[in-house]
């Protein structure tokens, strides 16, 4: 007899898709079909998505260091109920990730809580100074996978690349926080009608595609795997589109917000639209929701940051930079970008898995792999009210969002069902 059977959904196979049912035994998916048998619990999924779990691979869990944001664990409730079964943790916390020991702690604090897989990332420069090279081999050996500074571009261009050959050696990816230091240095929102209007000093496009355009020069000399990081402009599409054409190894992501919102949202001054790279011209969105639907970008990324509500309700120049994300991607990804099934779950899930290098995330279901999988109704319209985060800096509180996570599960464990 088998545990739980999922009847009826729309089912991502490593055939393809079909409306077929789903067996879960013990950790496993025991068969995919019709008339499976009987169950002990049987959940009717007309109308609903099933498919792998998905998997972030750009989220700020703030431990260890500034836990009273957000850890591990509440981070883990919220990815969960996002759909997700595996994210990868930035590495700009306190201390930064930048030894193997740090790396090992935050995976370990993940399997403590149980909720998703937690990977960590390795800094690129030791405590993300930008002056010398992170214990590289050391992370490797701890598992990291994915090299970044983020939240701050890596501004020497001798040491990156250097970074980026000794990365391509290991067989990992280079992703880097795609916006020029100096450029960037002085605003606090896009430079626009509405930053003029505002009269707050703004930050150019051209932060984003000059070190876009410089990074993916220094991908065709060294050969690595590089990575943007959180997309905004209509030009760094064009970039990253022109350098897949050319051949170089090159992957990019786009997060919930850019995709969503645009710099109006920024004229009522909500500090919760603060983040960086900010937030573009219409245009811009736009471009990126096109980008993400025709595979230029091949993951949505939710840079989900945590802010304490002391941080954020202040004047907006005065805030901190991010807003939370990984409760509402999904639905964004439906809702707002239009991703049919197959799109969702490969730049969601597939995608992401492939990037980050894990080799148990991201696989179309197949009978006898683990079930670590999501459940999601495409068409329901709602409005959240309430987050698992330990901090609320998100504009989608209230706002009404179309396609909503309805279960999701890890290793046969449900980790989140619609409701609970």
């Given at each position: 007899m088998?545990d739980?059977?999922l ?20 950790d496993?998916?025991?068969?995919i079909?019709d008339?499976?048998g ?6 009717t ?8 779990a ?7 869990l ?10 591990i664990?509440s981070?883990?409730r919220?990815?969960?109920?996002g759909g997700?079964g595996?994210?990868v943790?930035?590495p700009?916390?306190d201390p930064p990730i ?8 935050v995976?370990?604090?993940g399997?403590?809580v ?6 960590s ?6 405590a993300?100074r ?12 701890s598992g990291?996978r994915?090299?970044?500074d983020d939240?701050d ?6 040491l990156l690349r250097?970074a980026?050959e ?25 430079e626009?009608?509405?930053?003029s209007?505002l009269g ?7 932060a984003?595609?000059i070190?876009?355009a ?21 030009s760094?599409?064009?970039?990253v589109?022109?350098a897949k ?18 710099h ?12 960086m ?7 811009d969105r736009t ?5 993400l639907?025709d595979?230029t970008?091949?993951a949505?990324?939710?840079?989900h ?7 954020k ?16 991607a999904?639905s ?34 197949a009978a ?5 999988l999501?459940?999601v ?8 009210a309430?987050?698992a985060?330990?901090?609320r ?10 396609g909503?996570?309805h279960m ?7 980790t989140?069902?619609v409701?609970?």
């Amino acid at each position: 007899m088998h545990d739980l059977i999922l009847l009826n959904g729309s089912v991502l196979t490593s055939e393809g898709l079909r409306r077929t049912s789903v067996a879960i035994a013990g950790d496993r998916i025991a068969a995919i079909g019709d008339d499976l048998g009987d169950s002990k619990e049987a959940i009717t999924c007309d109308g609903m998505w099933i498919g792998p779990a998905l998997v972030d691979i750009h989220t700020h869990l703030r431990e260890p260091g500034h836990e009273w944001k957000e850890d591990i664990a509440s981070g883990s409730r919220a990815a969960a109920a996002g759909g997700y079964g595996a994210v990868v943790a930035m590495p700009n916390t306190d201390p930064p990730i930048d030894a193997g020991h740090l790396a090992r702690f935050v995976r370990d604090r993940g399997i403590d809580v149980g909720l998703v897989d937690v990977f960590s990332s390795g800094c690129i420069s030791l405590a993300r100074r930008g002056a010398t090279m992170s214990h590289f081999d050391d992370l490797w050996n701890s598992g990291v996978r994915i090299f970044t500074d983020d939240g701050d571009s890596v501004k020497d261009t001798a040491l990156l690349r250097a970074a980026m050959e000794y990365v391509a050696s290991l067989g990992g990816v280079v992703s880097q926080h795609a916006v020029d230091p100096d450029l960037s240095a002085a605003g606090f929102m896009h430079e626009g009608s509405v930053s003029s209007r505002l009269g707050m000093y703004g930050i150019p496009s051209q932060a984003d595609d000059i070190t876009i355009a410089r990074d993916i020069t220094l991908a065709e000399m060294t050969g690595v795997h590089y990575h943007v990081q959180h997309l905004s402009t209509a030009s760094g599409v064009e970039l990253v589109r022109s350098a897949k054409n050319r051949g170089v190894r090159i992957t990019a992501e786009v997060s919930p917000h850019h995709l969503t919102f645009d710099h109006t949202a920024v004229a009522s001054t909500d500090a919760n639209f603060k983040v960086m790279p900010p937030l573009r011209e219409p245009t811009d969105r736009t471009a990126l929701i096109e980008g993400l639907s025709d595979g230029t970008i091949d993951a949505v990324a939710t840079d989900h940051a945590p802010h304490a509500a002391l941080e954020k309700e202040v004047p907006f120049e005065e805030a901190p930079n991010g807003m939370l994300g990984l409760e509402w991607a999904a639905s964004v990804a439906i809702g707002v970008a239009g991703l049919d099934q197959e799109r969702f779950f490969d730049r969601m899930s597939i995608r992401p898995a492939s990037i980050a290098a894990l080799e148990h995330h991201g696989r179309p279901l197949a009978a006898r792999d683990h079930a670590t999988l999501v459940v999601v109704n495409p068409s329901e319209v709602w409005k959240p009210a309430t987050t698992a985060s330990k901090s609320r800096n998100a504009p989608y509180l209230g706002m009404q969002m179309t396609g909503r996570v309805h279960m999701t599960m890890l290793r046969g464990e449900v980790t989140h069902v619609v409701g609970s």
